[in-house]
């Protein structure tokens, strides 16, 4: 996301409307949990599974990839990587959007601040070795994947999709290199082109992105063929996820032409598909193609919508003939690849409100990626908090109605007694332990125990070790230890858990790795 709105309230910020390739052959005939199985493709408005159920991605976006740093932020924190992805699934989100630049694939590439005490497993990896694993544990929480090709370089992003030290050929290459990385990897769906192209120059002399002007130096459209038939040639199970332009011309209008008939409709960087349904993209492989807008608040760029005397009311339409009715027009699935706001503003919360609102409830609605999880995401913040662990409860509160939770995770749940404590008969709860890390003085390991018997509200989990096994640092609970004894306390931003979901503590301990023993929730002995 970055510097996406031009200071003029007539280029103002950009976004368009789009029409796809129609190939609809596969009814959906059910609903799938969380995100389905097999790889995904398309039928009309939906994204199906291998089975033709219906599968809607709800997902975040976790960048850094696409910086200086080359690999995720966060990673300097002191909650470990794979914490901060079982916060992510437990929250709900089932996909995840990670960005990236061209910098970070190159074989020299260097991942750095990167907090080794925490993640020792990171030690000396490349960005890519980082990619894959995080991928691989991606793919066992139920999760998928989108590339998103970011930026040219660290530097920052660029109108088009080449640049005079980046070109087309290495755009295109680098994207054939990763589907071949990742071929046969269920958990990876697809490639998200190019970020926000957009606008650069005044018309009539402009020199950025187009859609449907014929120039294939600066038609977008052409160039979204170009690159995803290309990949789809290497891999044809991806999606192609194919974002928008701001103004559909390419260029800024004149504002001092006095000439209203040269005006366009602009938006947001990314959001504008206007175009798409009288010039689609055209894709070798049927049923591949989703179009992905990027729409945004106030603390991104203050529109002149958000002014108008009907606001919010006039959003729908909005949306609509920006990027809306290509999913109702069962044209193609929307995955909204980016949207986000600080919410200090009020409208802003507005704004979320009522764009939840229009993508629909339940498996059938529009599919999306919120911007972000980084707190330091400057002109949105993030649903992390700024430890990295602790989350924003109000921006979670208005998505989570939204979140489809992948399978295997869990996501939080409202229900249940809030007096105290509940507890669960004794055999109410399932308990399986993974060991993923060790080293000479200590280990890293993660215990997921289900709850097989009522709600609780709060939760807690007991275990114990052997002397001389310590806990290091711990997540996804308040995690402390008291000589043998091991308690893992709910967290308040997640205190209940629901008969059938799962909660997964993660933590680092000093000594003999050795498996938590005798774990018991809320005092029922666990199986």
Known sequence: MSRRALASALAAAFTAAAGILVAIVIAPSAHAAGTGTGYLRTSGNKIIDSTGATVRLTGINWFGMETDNKTFHGLWSSNPWRSQLDTMARLGYNTLRIPYSNDALKPDAAANSINTAVNPDLLGLSPLQILDKVIEYVGTKGMRVILDRHRPTSAGQSALWYTSTVSEATWINDWKMLAQRYAGNTTVIGADLHNEPHADGTNPNATGACWGCGDPNRDWRLAAERAGN????????????????????????????????????????????????????????????????????TSVYHQDWFDEPNYPANMPALWDGFWGYLHKQNIAPIMMGEFGSTLTNPIDKVWLQELMKYTGTGVDGMSFTYWSWNPNSGDTGGIALDDWTNINTEKQAILQ???????????????????????????????????????????????????????????????????????????????????????????????????????????????????????????????
Do not use: M
């Open 230 to 297: 290309a990949i789809l040639g290497v891999q044809p199970n991806w999606l192609i996820f194919v974002e928008g332009v701001s103004c559909p011309s390419g260029g800024l209008s004149n504002v001092w032409d006095n000439d209203p008939s040269n005006d366009e409709s602009c938006g947001w960087w990314g959001g504008n598909l206007s175009k798409a349904g009288e010039f689609p993209v055209r894709l070798s492989v049927a049923n591949r193609l989703v179009y992905s807008p990027h729409e945004y608040a």
């Open 401 to 527: 109605p939204y979140l489809i939770p992948p399978v295997g995770g869990s996501s939080p749940t409202s229900g249940g007694p809030s007096g105290g404590p509940t507890s669960s008969a004794p055999g109410a709860c399932t308990a399986t332990y993974t060991q993923t890390n060790a080293w000479n003085s200590g280990f890293q390991g993660s215990l997921t125990v289900t709850n097989t018997g009522g709600a609780l509200n709060p939760w807690n989990v007991v275990w114990t070790w052997p002397s001389g096994v310590t806990l290091g640092s711990g997540w996804n609970a308040t995690v402390t230890q008291s000589a043998t004894t091991v308690t893992a306390a709910a967290p308040t931003w997640s205190s209940s858990l629901a008969g059938g979901a799962s909660v997964t503590i993660g933590f680092t301990a000093n000594g003999t790795a050795t498996p938590p023993a005798s774990v018991r929730l809320n005092g029922a002995t666990c199986s």
